[in-house]
């Protein structure tokens, strides 16, 4: 079994994420699925459910945490080495076509008044069990929401 962890924008940025999904999906024969940021995705190696469900809780506090202490020493906008990404499509389309697609979307969503370019609202973290044999993602599952504390 394969789990993602993801988080999950809201309000206006969801719903150009899912309008966008929604075109990109028809246009390329592809799945429609929820809008989201992978914060870590393929997590396998024999985890039981309970293991991965306790895990999710122990990132979320750390996420908190983190955000806590980014926010004390004035380090709000602090990246780490991992960059979160924003997925749009999910399939098998040739390079040409990603690269294409990759180039339109920056250009429309990454420019000063796109979508990307905005804050990116979270208030959750989300555990899916994505199972990466199912290319239609029927069967993706969201397991638990786990909601990160307001400061």
Same mark, same amino acid.
């Given at each position: 079994?394969?789990?993602? &962890? ?6 206006p &940025? ?16 592809a799945?429609i699925?929820t809008p ?7 997590i396998?190696g ?7 469900l ?6 979320a ?12 020493f004035?380090?709000d906008d602090?990246?780490? !080495?991992?960059?979160?990404? &924003?997925?749009?499509i ?15 979307e920056? !250009?429309?969503l990454?420019?000063?008044q796109g &979508?990307?370019?905005q804050?990116?609202?979270?208030d ?8 990466? !044999?199912?290319?239609t993602?029927k069967?993706w599952t969201?397991m ?8």
């Open positions: 079994m394969s789990y993602s &962890v993801w988080a999950e924008p809201k309000g &940025v969801r719903q150009a994420l899912e309008e966008e999904i929604r075109h990109l999906a028809l246009a390329h024969r799945p699925f989201h940021i992978t914060l870590l995705g393929g396998s024999g985890y039981t459910e309970d293991v991965v306790k895990k999710c809780e122990q990132m506090e750390e996420l908190q945490a983190a955000a806590s202490a980014r926010r004390a004035g380090m602090a990246l780490s !080495e991992y960059m979160p990404h &924003v997925s749009l999910y399939s098998d389309i040739d390079q040409d076509t990603r690269r294409d697609i990759v180039e339109a920056a !250009e429309r990454g420019n000063e &979508v990307l370019s804050a990116l609202p979270i959750s973290i989300t555990l899916w069990r994505t199972p990466v !044999e199912d290319k993602l069967s969201l638990k929401d786990f909601p990160l504390r307001k400061h």
